[in-house]
Nanobody
């Protein structure tokens, strides 16, 4: 089992920045792929970014490419999502997830095994 706890959410004005963190514990060695997702009220969950083996492979959704950066500190078992140039439409609950996949399947559409409880991000004008 892998436990994931997100933090760093909050309220920010449009154009601002936030950095989300996801602390992993448990059998973290079993997970070689991690991702960030979000879900806004009334909308489907959206995959934002995925990272394989601490950075050997990184993918982004078009909606956040160039604005968000996923990274991982393996020594701290922590995943990050740096979010810049935030827009009102980025308002959502943000979740991190973990799983074990071959590198070509470590994408934002993978069926991750473990999920955090989420952290709320609210962007206002």
């Amino acid at each position: 089992q892998v436990q994931l706890v997100e933090s760093g959410g909050g309220s920010v004005q449009a154009g601002g920045s936030l950095r989300l963190s996801c602390a992993a514990s448990g059998y973290t060695y079993s997970s070689n792929c991690m991702g960030w997702f979000r879900q806004a009220p009334g909308k489907e969950r959206e995959g934002l970014a995925a990272i394989y083996l601490g950075g050997a492979g990184i993918l982004y959704a078009d909606s956040v490419k160039g604005r968000f950066t996923i990274s991982q500190d393996s020594a701290k078992n922590t995943l990050y999502l740096q979010m810049n140039s935030l827009k009102i439409e980025d308002t959502a609950m943000y979740y991190c997830a973990a799983g074990s996949y071959l590198p070509q399947y470590c994408t934002t559409t993978a069926r991750f095994d473990y999920w955090g409880q989420g952290t709320q991000v609210t962007v206002s004008s």
